[in-house]
């Protein structure tokens, strides 16, 4: 008895499908290096971050974030700062500072000295804090707490103008 398969009973593929699986594949192929293509630039040296963020005259987004034991902040990055969507937004108009307070994972202590201070400078109450500074470091504005609705609704949030209409090139 033979079991049910799609595939003909002869030993190769015969053209048609050959080209047929050949295209899918490749499409395929395509998709995860777009995927991959797609991967956002967290700083975590914030003066790093404020320079290239003057340099490029391009807003700066601080993530105050508990990476590995906040189910709100892993919430935001999966929902969010993992989609397509926002990467393409980011990448024109953002420059992204991950500040974590993780309970797990080691950090730097330089990092988690930077990070208190930061932490202390924007008076962060809780977790996930996201702080929108301009061009010249100066807080814009900022959410406290997961903001439902995906990368559409945290970029209307940001309510950031095309970089060209602000003068930002």
Wanted: net charge positive; aromatic share 12%; with cysteine.
């Amino acid at each position: 008895m033979h079991s049910p398969s799609c595939l003909p009973a002869r030993a190769g593929l015969p053209g048609k499908w050959k080209s047929q699986v050949l295209a899918a594949a490749l499409l395929t192929f395509f998709c995860i290096l777009q995927v991959q293509a797609q991967v956002l630039n967290w700083q975590t040296d914030f003066a790093r971050a404020k320079a290239a963020a003057t340099e490029s005259r391009r807003f700066m987004l601080l993530d105050f974030t508990g990476s590995d034991w906040c189910p709100w902040c892993i919430r935001m990055d999966k929902e969010v700062f993992e989609r397509p969507a926002f990467a393409d937004f980011a990448a024109k108009h953002l420059v992204l500072v991950k500040l974590d307070f993780p309970r797990g994972k080691p950090q730097p202590p330089a990092e988690k000295v930077q990070n208190e201070q930061l932490a202390q400078k924007f008076k962060i109450q809780g977790y996930p804090t996201y702080v929108l500074l301009d061009t010249a470091g100066n807080e814009v504005r900022r959410q406290e707490g997961y903001l439902p609705g995906g990368p559409v609704e945290f970029i209307r949030w940001l309510g950031l103008p095309s970089p060209v209409s602000a003068g930002v090139r």
